[in-house]
């Protein structure tokens, strides 16, 4: 069997976790986040995701919340769905499922993302509040590392390892040459 080049780069269409479409995103989703940034698709309520996100926001975080019923079959669905929202939902948008997370930021890098989203997995369907506040803590807090800084220092210590290596190499040789003189009246034997 033959595989065309072109099917092989062809960008893949976004999926949806199911229950959601495309008119779900534009009739519920983000008419439910206009209101109080967070669109819960569960029948569960989560009266303190609202606080969670009002939170965020007071802290400069453009924070948008969505929570949906059950786990899709692949956890990239759930960054699809981030990324669909987050086209007129503009900052940072998280989607709950049970056990996973997807995200979606203008604003906040992926590294960081990812970090957030790492201490927020797996925390179970009944617990998607304590997983919003884990991650909202972490995006927060930061990485807690500059590495301009640690790059610059590390630049610096090559330099003056170099300069150093450069006066030793340099001082050795003056020495050296002195000795290799031609002493005057010497005899051969």
């Known amino acids: ?21 495309e008119k779900t995103i534009r009739n519920v989703i983000i008419p439910d986040l206009a209101d109080d940034h ?36 692949h956890d990239s669905s759930l960054r699809d769905l981030a990324t669909e929202v987050g086209k007129s939902e503009h900052g940072t948008v998280v989607v709950f499922s049970d056990d996973w997370v997807g ?3 203008d604003t906040v890098s992926r590294v960081r993302l990812e970090w957030a989203e790492d201490a927020a997995k797996y925390k179970g369907g009944g617990h998607t509040t304590e997983a919003a506040q884990i991650f909202t803590d972490r995006l927060e807090t930061g990485d807690g590392l500059s590495w301009t800084a640690i ?10 390892v170099v300069g150093g290596l450069y006066w030793v190499k340099s001082r050795r040789s003056e020495s050296g040459s002195e000795s290799e003189l031609p002493v005057s009246g010497s005899s051969r034997s």
């Open 1 to 21: 069997m033959t595989v065309s080049h072109t099917s092989v780069f062809t960008p893949m269409a976004a999926e949806l976790p199911p229950p959601v479409t």
């Open 38 to 73: 967070v669109a819960n698709l569960t029948t569960k309520p989560m009266p303190r995701l609202a606080a969670i996100a009002a939170e965020a926001r007071s802290q400069g975080i453009e924070l948008s919340i969505v929570v949906v019923p059950g786990n899709p079959g």
């Open 103 to 105: 995200t979606y930021s």
């Open 151 to 160: 790059t610059s220092v590390l630049l610096a210590g090559t330099v003056l």
